[in-house]
């Protein structure tokens, strides 16, 4: 049986792979900060954590690999906006973001290697189009445009290993993450990326599938 380890996975797109990867007959395990939103997850191991502690995240693989027997797939989707300009954040939101968004998945690939490399498994950093395409003072865009450049030079690091490197670069999605509700324009659901995700991860040993951008249909840029 494959098993997911999934960071951030107790809402939005990671809560949506969860419930997929579930009833696909996977073993599954999230992690996220909010115990509670954890607690209301069923089916999984839930491992509460941050993504930017290295203890903690080398923590939730080893509580994977000692639930399950190991560890096929990780995938780092903990992540969030400041949704303003630089200009207009403080210095502690931005270095939440920064760290959250770019160290998380950092850190997740260096505690998942080993267990990775044990059963050629498979890395999917959660990036964004905002990875490819520029804004005004948007540093959310920054840390996206790093989780780009961190899984090519993954996929560099481990292209001997057998393991499998995946970026997922989502367009507009309906989640939470937009803090003053749902946007006007074209959206996706958490649902459509989770299935992108969980194509990437079904790809067959020596078959690497390295970005996937998914927009919503007439979403122009």
């Given at each position: ?12 797109i ?12 996977q ?82 690939v ?59 670069a ?17 959206l ?9 995700i ?24």
């Amino acid at each position: 049986m494959k098993t997911t380890l999934i960071t951030g996975g107790a809402s939005g797109i990671g809560l949506a792979l969860a419930e997929r990867l579930v009833a696909d007959g996977q073993a599954v395990a999230i992690t996220g900060r909010d115990e509670a939103r954890l607690a209301r997850v069923p089916g999984v191991l839930r491992l509460p954590g941050d993504a930017t502690d290295y203890d903690a995240v080398q923590d939730a693989v080893v509580a994977t690999v000692k639930e399950y027997g190991r560890l096929d797939h990780v995938v780092a989707n903990a992540g969030f906006s400041t949704h303003g300009p630089l200009t207009e954040s403080s210095p502690d939101q931005l270095r939440d973001m920064v760290l959250t968004n770019v160290l998380g998945p950092a850190l997740l690939v260096k505690a998942a290697l080993p267990a990775l490399r044990e059963t050629r498994g498979r890395i999917v950093l959660v990036g964004s189009v905002a990875g490819f395409v520029h804004s005004p003072g948007n540093m959310y865009s920054v840390t996206k445009w790093a989780v780009t450049a961190l899984a090519e030079n993954t996929r560099m690091l481990v292209t001997g290993d057998g393991v499998g490197v995946t970026l997922i670069a989502p367009g507009r999605v309906d989640t939470s993450f937009w803090p003053e509700g749902r946007p006007a324009g074209p959206l996706l659901s958490a649902d459509n990326v989770a299935d992108a995700i969980a194509w990437a991860l079904a790809q067959p040993e020596g078959v690497d599938v390295n970005t996937v951008v998914v927009r919503p249909t007439g979403q122009p840029t």
